[in-house]
């Protein structure tokens, strides 16, 4: 389970400051079979800004404690 900083599970359509940012989780690749059937090095998440499109970030990654979770998507039953 990818984490953020503070310990939270990401979960797709979180609000997260991506360094300064407004962003919504839009993909996790949590295990390194996804992240090889996608053609990545590593588990990321997926994040969609308004400023630069999309943007993948991996929780290795120097920069990943500025990625804060602002709100959950509502959950729908």
Known sequence: ?????????????????FDGEPATVMEIIQTQEQATAEG???????????????????????????IILLSRAPSHI
Do not use: H, N
């Not at 588990?43 to 929780?59: D, H, S």
């Open 40 to 66: 990545l090095p590593e588990p990321m998440v997926g994040f969609q800004t308004e400023r630069l499109g999309a943007v993948y970030q991996a929780p290795s990654d120097r920069g990943w404690d500025g």
């Open 1 to 17: 389970m990818i984490c953020y900083f503070d310990g939270q599970p990401v979960q797709l359509g979180d609000s997260v400051d």
